[in-house]
Structure formats: C-alpha cells, structure tokens
C-alpha cells in the first residue's frame, strides 16, 4: 500500500499566485481530510469529505480557499490568490469507517 | 477556551523515565481520544486512543482517561531518545467524528 499521496511536497510561491494541492487518498478510503499546520495554530481541519460529498468545510479560512474532490480517488485543495500568512504545511488525510486517519507526508507551502 | 489543551514543552526527561503527557479538553460530549506521534519535519501518526475512562496499555505506552475531570494523558515507560517527538494530543466530536487536534507536546528523552 503507498499510503496518502500528495503533492508538490514542497510550493514556493509569490504572493498573488494561484496554488494548487493535490492528495490521492488509500484505495479504498471513503473519508479525505484537509488540515493545515503552523508553529501558532497547530493541526487545524480545513476540509473533510465523505464519499467524495464536502461535508464540513468550516475551518476553510475564507473564499481565497477552496477544495474539490471529484472521485474517489484524487482531491485538490487550491489557494487562489495565496497570501503569506497561508505559509504552512498542509496535511491529507485519509481514513476508512474505523477511527484511524492515516496522514500523507504533506506540503510545506512558503508565500514570500 | 481552546478545546483541546496541550502545554508545547518542551518535556525533557532522561532515558529509562517515564514521560507524563497532559491534554484538557472542553467540550463534555467528546467521545474518543487519540494520541499522535510526529516526528519532526514528519506527519502525525496515530499510537493509542481510548474511549473508556481508566487506564489503557499498550507496549512502554498507556493511555489514562478521565471524563469527569476531561483528563487525558499518555504515559511512556522506559523513554528512548527514539520517543523524542511532538505529541498530539486529539479528540472525536460531532457527528461525523470530527477530530480536533491540541498544539502538541514536544517531548525531548536526554541520553
């Protein structure tokens, strides 16, 4: 099994930039969780589908963020236009119906 | 009033001690408890949770829950320098099991 899959692992970009995240969840996994981690926030939910279905999207932190997930098998997590303060490293996480999230290696996203 | 409560640390022991982590939480209707490990520059990796109040032992790690205090702490016996790391402390709430994290505790094991 490769586990949680995303990618770039690692995004430099300028402030004003469109930026596009992506996660392949493990083959068989009905939920996919986006969060998003600082030294000041820590872990924070951004995002949790349910067979593929947005279910709560209230730690999305405003309209610049948005995410999609059109199938089973891949969902994107797109930043449009990026600002410094969303430098962070951005986690999937995908689970099946026990209680375990199994996380991928995540982004590490720097906006100078 | 923050719904998961971890102090950062950093936690220093010596090796062979054992490290005490503390978590608080808010929210009374919590029902599951998880401890994450994650090493630096790595993601979080689950190494216990517990739903039931009292002890729960797996290998050098137990975890401790108490609902009516809204106490959950990890326990590691024996600390090896390998057990340095961030700990999350997290819990299940809502109904779709949503999961909220703590800040972490950085535990440093001193050879």
């Known amino acids: 099994d490769a586990g949680v899959i995303q990618s770039p692992r690692h995004e430099v970009t300028e402030m004003g930039q469109e930026v596009t995240l992506r996660c392949k969840p493990i083959?068989?996994?009905?939920?996919l969780f986006w969060y998003r981690q600082t030294m000041m926030r820590g872990l924070e939910l951004l995002i949790y589908?349910?067979?593929?279905?947005?279910?709560?999207d209230s730690g999305m932190p405003e309209d610049r963020f948005s995410a999609k997930m059109p199938n089973a098998s891949f969902s994107t997590l797109k930043i449009q236009p990026s600002e410094p303060r969303d430098s962070a490293v951005y986690f999937c996480a995908s689970r099946t119906g026990g209680e375990t999230q199994y996380f991928g290696p995540g982004t590490r996203l720097l906006v100078l | 009033q923050k719904e998961v409560e971890q102090n950062s640390g950093p936690l220093s022991v010596p090796e062979g001690a054992i490290a005490s982590l503390n978590c608080t939480y808010s929210?009374?209707?919590?029902?599951?408890f998880f401890w994450y490990r994650q090493y630096s520059g790595k993601s979080p990796e689950l190494i216990m949770f517990?739903?039931?109040?009292g002890d729960k032992e797996d290998g050098r790690f137990t975890a401790q829950l108490n609902k009516a205090s809204q106490y959950v702490s990890l326990l590691i016996r024996d600390s090896q320098p390998s057990d340095s790391a961030t700990y999350l402390c997290?819990?299940?709430?809502?109904?779709?099991?949503?999961?909220?994290f703590g800040i972490g505790t950085k535990l440093q094991v001193i050879p």
């Open positions: 929210d009374r209707g919590s029902q599951s």
């Open positions: 997290a819990l299940n709430s809502g109904g779709y099991q949503k999961v909220t």
């Open positions: 083959s068989g996994h009905n939920s």
């Open positions: 589908f349910n067979n593929n279905v947005p279910i709560d």
């Open positions: 517990i739903y039931s109040n």
